[in-house]
């Protein structure tokens, strides 16, 4: 089935850029999503990548697909302490009504100052 | 804007009661999805309904059963809790059209079974 993995930590200063990577195992993925979850709180999307894209840029994000080494990458820039989150990256293999996601495990960005 | 409303947010089970988590969306969604979030293990598929009147089994369906109830509702059921099924359950809804429609999360319900 497919997998998608993260690592489970990341720790940046208040100000510096913040890059957390993802990889996937199913080459028939369609979109892939960077979802963000504060504590206490549900999933929150922040982007998504359609899978013939190679970078997507939404103000402070940077979203960059290496689709021949299926590794996915979530860059913030200018991390402030409202970023420190559970970062989840997911993979969607059909465009059709279901269109059920796999998640990762999750990354917990720090920011310290 | 309520969004995805889930009840309750906690709740505390002794091993073999029954519990009903319930969920609601105002959005008009045509898909429905329940899942399980464990340390370390991201989340993971329970059921979902792809449509009102369909249910379909995800990754890790046992020991769960669910209901669409309506177009709104979507409520999954444990009928004799385990301990292992402490976790905090999601509830997300996606509207109809192409693959970039996001899903919709609540806020979560938190269960414990002793």
């Known amino acids: 089935g497919e997998d998608v993995e993260q690592s489970l930590f990341l720790s940046v200063r208040e100000g510096d850029s913040s890059v957390i990577n993802c990889t996937y195992t199913d080459s028939s993925s369609t979109y892939l999503y960077w979802y963000k979850q504060e504590p206490g709180a549900g999933l929150q999307l922040l982007t998504y990548?359609?899978?013939?894209?190679d970078m997507k840029q939404d103000q402070r994000l940077t979203v960059l697909l290496n689709k021949k080494d299926k590794h996915l990458s979530l860059r913030i820039a200018d991390t402030q302490t409202g970023d420190s989150a559970i970062y989840f990256c997911?993979?969607?293999?059909?465009?059709?009504?279901?269109?059920?996601?796999?998640f990762g495990t999750g990354t917990r960005l720090q920011v310290t100052l | 804007n309520a969004g995805v409303t889930q009840t309750p947010k906690f709740q505390v089970l002794k091993t073999g009661q029954s519990m009903t988590l319930q969920c609601a969306q105002d959005?008009?969604?045509?898909?429905m999805y329940w899942y399980r979030q464990d340390p370390g293990m991201g989340l993971r598929l329970i059921y979902y309904s792809a449509s009102e009147g369909t249910t379909d089994k995800g990754e890790v369906p046992n020991g769960y059963n669910v209901s669409r109830l309506n177009k709104r509702e979507f409520s999954l059921r444990l009928e004799s809790a385990a301990p292992s099924q402490t976790s905090v359950y999601f509830c997300a809804s996606r509207g109809q059209g192409a693959g970039n429609q996001p899903q919709h999360f609540g806020d979560g319900t938190r269960l414990s079974i002793l």
């Open positions: 959005m008009n969604h045509n898909s």
């Open positions: 997911a993979e969607s293999p059909e465009a059709g009504t279901a269109s059920k996601l796999t």
């Open positions: 990548i359609f899978s013939n894209m």
